[in-house]
């Protein structure tokens, strides 16, 4: 009530701080969790673990990205590799034939894949549950098969390869460094936009469709308008990530960029961290990208197969046994220990 | 304040509303009742916006409603209640109201004000933090109540509001409604208890089979033969003297 009569004060009021994760709130979880990423990027040296910690933060800020259109929205998209493989193809061909930095190449890359997914959701706009979910799938696939034929634009399954010259313009560097801080300045950026729209108006409409649609109309709401931008937004940002992925590797071919293991990879994350929450993504992907590498690097040498079989029995259990992700049973375990502290315990997130 | 004239609605062969003109003037508390399956919320969905008319016209406000567009309707100053309620299930109980303020009140702030007084007027101001899973029938009902008044409607529908309540409940929620006019709102009220109805509504409209068969005050149509053949019985009608 206060803030309300000085304006000055609005600004601070505007974020509000929780002890465990909590809608529209920055949790001292996450920002512990958020600092030791920010440690560990400064203080790692070794080669192969800021490999992973590279790969790890680029998948929780496109995961996140995921989520506000598959968390928020309720629209659980298995097409999200197509605004992936538009972000990274658009920024690397414009490099390529017309020398445009990625820099700027990745924000044209948002663009065409923000109105991809405004399109996709209004074509699709009837289709409700598994009907949307094979159509963005079917969307995905269309992408890909198109980036396969187009030969003269995408260099078809050959696929397109960035000069490994470095070059701050080009976004192409020597060391890992300056690749772990626009990896992890992109995760912190996502974490943002998304701890912001859970506060926002907007937020709480997307919250609305998810939960009912017909509710959501009957108190002014446009579903079709609030399921768009929601659609588009995460394309865009899903595309910006694709960008990134493409100047840290250097090549590009549509059978891996556009695959719908990519899409799965970006529902898994979030279904284990905790749909439709800021620090879900964030906790599936530094659950699920280490270890897929850990074990990948430690037992693909011995039975041909086995790390993934592993790595598929603890993703059931995550989710058989938190049904509200890493993020719920965090929340659910600090009312236990502090029942006084008023922490929030609802479950928010669902099975997928 | 609201006109139907001769609107009517097919699915199929079949006509669920026919033919249904009645006018609300501003703060009235018109009831409609009928036996099941009479249309009476397919014309809710009708007057709201979600079901197209095959035939007629709707007016809101001296304007022709936005057919289809349940969105539109709302915005301009009508609310409803659903028969099943339709609750944001992931949301808490203030959450819920505050998201009907926020089209008026643009920050989740000022909108949680408005629900909070909201909440405290249907009487389900302690179950604020409440997760809505947790709420019992009667409770999803006030709720349902609550989000459809957070609106700050000028016209309010409401579907079968009393169905599941107790009886203190209902006395509760009679005395809720009744003063909505005073409130500025303007009520048409589907309802079987009625007790409640017939009590609290000013005129009442009753529906069989797609038509309108009478309309007048409480007393008139509970002398209805018309309406006691289809829908109150012989019982009600000696209850009623």
């Known amino acids: 009530m206060v803030a309300g009569r000085i304006p000055a004060a609005q600004g601070i009021q505007a974020i509000s701080f929780s002890a465990a994760p909590r ?7 996450e920002i512990a969790v958020l600092a030791s990423c920010i440690v560990a990027a400064i203080v790692v040296s070794n080669r192969y673990a800021v490999d992973i910690m590279i790969r790890t933060f680029l998948w929780a800020g496109l995961a ?7 968390g928020y929205a309720g629209l659980i998209s298995f097409g999200h590799a197509a605004f992936f493989g538009i972000g990274a193809y658009t920024s690397t061909i414009l490099l390529l034939n017309y020398g445009v930095p990625p820099w700027f190449g990745m924000l044209a890359g948002a663009l065409i894949a923000g109105c991809a997914g405004a399109l996709l959701t209004k074509v699709c706009a009837r289709l409700r549950g598994p009907f ?3 159509s963005t799938l079917a969307a995905g696939e269309v992408v890909r098969i198109a980036a396969l034929n187009w030969r003269t634009l995408t260099g078809g399954s050959e ?3 960035i000069a490994p010259v470095p070059s701050v313009v080009d976004m192409v560097f020597k060391s890992q460094w ?10 912190l950026a996502m974490f943002a936009l998304s701890v912001w729209i859970e506060q926002t108006r907007y937020g709480y409409y997307l919250f609305a469709t998810r939960d009912d649609e017909d509710g959501a109309s009957a108190i002014g709401i446009n579903p079709s308008h609030t399921r768009t931008a929601a659609m588009a937004v995460s394309a865009a940002t899903t595309a910006i990530g694709g960008t990134l992925f493409a100047q840290y590797f250097l090549y590009l071919d549509p059978t891996h960029v556009i695959s719908p293991d990519i899409s799965f990879q970006f529902a898994l994350i979030c279904a284990v961290g905790g749909l439709g929450t800021a620090s879900g993504p964030v906790f599936g992907a530094l659950i699920i990208v280490p270890l897929s590498e850990l074990l990948r690097g430690l037992l693909s040498q ?3 197969g086995l790390h993934l079989v592993i790595y598929g029995i603890i993703v059931i259990i995550v989710i058989l046994y938190f049904p509200s992700g890493v993020s719920g049973a965090i929340g659910r375990a ?7 502290a008023g922490f929030t315990t609802r479950v928010q997130a669902r099975k997928l | 304040m609201l006109k139907l004239d001769a609107v009517g609605r097919q699915f199929g062969s079949l006509w669920a509303t026919r033919d249904v003109s009645f006018t609300v003037k501003p703060r009235e508390i018109v009831g409609i009742i009928g036996p099941n399956g009479a249309g009476k919320s397919t014309l809710f969905n009708l007057v709201s916006g979600a079901v197209v008319p095959t035939t007629g016209v709707i007016r809101f406000l001296d304007q022709t409603i936005d057919y289809g567009k349940p969105y539109q309707v709302a915005r301009r100053g009508l609310a409803r209640t659903f028969q099943i309620p339709k609750p944001f299930k992931q949301l808490t109980v203030r959450e819920n109201v505050m998201l009907s303020a926020l089209r008026r009140h643009h920050t989740p702030r000022q909108a949680s004000a408005v629900a909070t007084t909201t909440m405290e007027f249907i009487g389900i101001g302690e179950l604020a933090e409440a997760s809505v899973a947790s709420l019992t029938v009667g409770q999803l009902k006030k709720l349902e109540l609550a989000r459809a008044l957070a609106t700050e409607p000028v016209l309010l529908l409401l579907d079968e509001v009393m169905a599941g309540l107790t009886p203190p409940e209902i006395r509760e929620m009679m005395t809720v409604i009744g003063s909505l ?3 500025g709102v303007t009520v048409v009220w589907v309802e079987h208890v009625m007790m409640a109805i017939m009590n609290v509504a000013e005129r009442i409209v009753v529906m069989h089979q797609g038509q309108i068969i009478a309309q007048g005050t409480p007393a008139e149509v509970s002398k209805n033969p018309a309406v006691i053949g289809a829908y109150l019985g012989e019982k009600y009608a000696y209850a009623a003297r």
Do not use: H
């Not at chain 1, 809608?23 to 979880?29: E, H, L, Y």
């Not at chain 1, 996140?64 to 598959?70: D, E, S, T, Y």
């Open chain 1, 178 to 187: 300056p690749y772990v801080t626009i990896m992890v300045a992109y995760m």
């Open chain 1, 302 to 304: 011995s039975i041909s």
């Open chain 1, 159 to 161: 696929g397109l390869e």
């Open chain 1, 23 to 29: 809608r529209g709130a920055v949790s001292i979880i």
């Open chain 2, 181 to 183: 006019p005073k409130r």
């Open chain 1, 64 to 70: 996140l990205a995921w989520n506000i259109a598959g």
């Open chain 1, 132 to 134: 949307f979910i094979l």
């Open chain 1, 334 to 340: 600090a009312s236990r220990l502090f029942p006084t």
